[in-house]
């Protein structure tokens, strides 16, 4: 899917502009026994202030499983959200990206920048520079963490470089993150360590469909789905799920 440059997206920013916009879609959640594995709505936003950085913020909902119907997780983002029914929130978060300098990739092969796919392929063409990047990052939760990594054409890999966290926030060591754009969709995954547990394991996925209207009824959570009943509580709430139910970011 081809995307506008905004006019005023700062020059530093060209390398990340694919981000920019709004994604909504479906995702897991998953981590050892500490969260069972679940289907998740989620939204991402990329924009900016006309500055030399991204503003990402990113929410999870739970989502209503007598409402939403089963997935198949190879159907795009936009599919796959529409037949979800979102519940409360689980997590919501906003980061800043800020890239710091760019580098020629090492070895022989050659990329062109693609619009819809992450997969690199050797073409001949020009080489695509590395994007260096620092990101800060807050949840409600009780967490900051300074993060480092690159962006390359459609791919992009973060890790946490120090995570701070309130005296009552659960424990978190260290957390990855990798971005694609592939067929169109952003798909990105979070690997984390956390809980006591030392090595990194896999904790979120997604996959994301960019939304170029709002307001369309089709882009929208649960289009998919019948009404929901009218007596009883809305299915989604405004108000993030008990601390017991957000673990963490």
Partial sequence: MAFTLPDDLAPELYPLAWLAGTWRGYGILTYGETVPEQAVYQEMTFDHDGGPYLRQTTTIWTVDATRSKNLDFEMPGLQGASLLAPAQIWSTETTYWRPV????P???????????????????????????????SADPAGHVAVWEGWIQGPRAQVGTQAVGRARTAVPVEEMTRMFGLVGGDLMWTQDMAAFGQS????????RLGRVDDLDDPAAQPGSALDPAEPEGESSTSSSPASDDAEPTV
Avoid: F, I, R, W
Avoid at 101 to 104: A, F, H, P, V
Avoid at 108 to 127: C, F, I, N, Q
């Fill in 106 to 136: 090492d070895g022989a092969e050659t990329t062109e920048p693609a619009e819809d796919d992450a997969d690199t392929k050797g073409s001949g063409g020009p080489l695509v520079p590395v994007t260096q990047l620092e990101l800060v």
């Fill in 199 to 206: 090595e990194v394991t896999t904790y979120a996925s997604g």
């Fill in 101 to 104: 300098g760019q580098e020629q």
